[in-house]
């Protein structure tokens, strides 16, 4: 297989939930450019829009969809919009997720907290994953890609439920890998620090000190370093890798504390 069909997804549809920012906008961009035809499912439309309204200019179809990751109906109405609008879904972008993460003290904080944590990185993930298997199934090309994070691995205080939620993704994505095969392949990626809204309400110069001293390459992460890594998930140059859990953290390890 030659370079170009290696990272190719033409004819290919693919559905990036939080696409509208951050991680999950740089992921829509690169698949478009690699030929898919992108669902944006975001909580702000009209940002959603905005994106797709910047797809559409140079040639690349899209759809921008509303989705509460946290209502079930929402979920079936992506998938449905989108099988009904471009005929299937063969690659689901699970990136939409969040929770307490640095704030967790669990003697101020309550059990409905940390559920919260599941519903959004594990539970949202897993159902939409459900709702789309059976269509990638059919059509004969899958790839499931959670987005984890290095709170999965890292020990850090007031971080229990998400990081113990995001290390279920990292468990879950090993698993779900026999249950959906062959056609279908699932994996993850944990970001490291990257430059995102999220973290620049937390991050101070001398946080950025700290965490580049355990950082081999002298950098925060961008957006567009963790979309790389969801291609390569998405894309035929894995199509002999599932259920495994990528961190690109510029080799290192990055916490707040």
């Known amino acids: 297989m030659k ?3 290696l990272f190719s997804l033409t004819d290919k549809v693919a559905i990036v939930t ?3 920012d951050g991680i999950g906008k740089a992921t829509a961009l690169l698949l478009a450019e690699a030929g898919a035809t ?19 200019k140079n040639g ?3 759809l921008a969809v509303k989705c509460d990751i946290l209502e079930d109906q929402s979920l079936v109405d992506l998938v449905d919009l989108t099988v009904s609008t471009f005929g299937t879904v063969n690659i689901l972008i699970n990136n939409a997720g ?4 640095g ?10 907290d940390i559920k919260r944590d599941f519903d959004l990185n594990v539970f949202s993930g897993w159902r939409l994953s459900q709702l789309c298997a059976p269509h990638m199934k059919k059509s004969g090309y899958g790839s499931i890609v959670f987005t984890s994070s290095m709170s999965s691995k890292n020990a850090s205080p007031n971080m229990s439920g998400y990081g113990g939620s995001k290390a279920a993704v990292n468990h879950m994505v090993a698993n779900l890998a026999f249950d959906f095969g062959p056609e279908i392949r699932v994996n993850a990626v944990g970001p490291g620090a990257t430059r995102t809204a999220a973290l620049a309400s937390v991050l101070t110069p001398e946080i950025e000190k700290k965490m580049l001293e355990h950082t081999p390459i002298k950098r ?4 567009e370093d963790i979309a790389g890594a969801m291609l390569y998930f998405a894309s035929p140059v894995s199509s002999w890798v599932s259920g495994q859990t990528i961190f690109v953290n510029g080799g290192g390890v990055q916490t707040l504390d």
């Open 103 to 112: 704030r967790e003290n669990p003697f101020k904080i309550s059990v409905n």
């Open 3 to 5: 370079i170009n069909e």
């Open 60 to 62: 690349q179809k899209s």
């Open 220 to 223: 925060l992460g961008t957006a």
């Open 38 to 56: 992108v669902v944006i499912a975001d909580l702000n439309l009209e940002k959603a829009q905005q994106l797709v309204d910047e797809l559409e």
């Open 98 to 101: 969040g929770g307490g993460g």
């Open 18 to 20: 939080g696409g509208a």
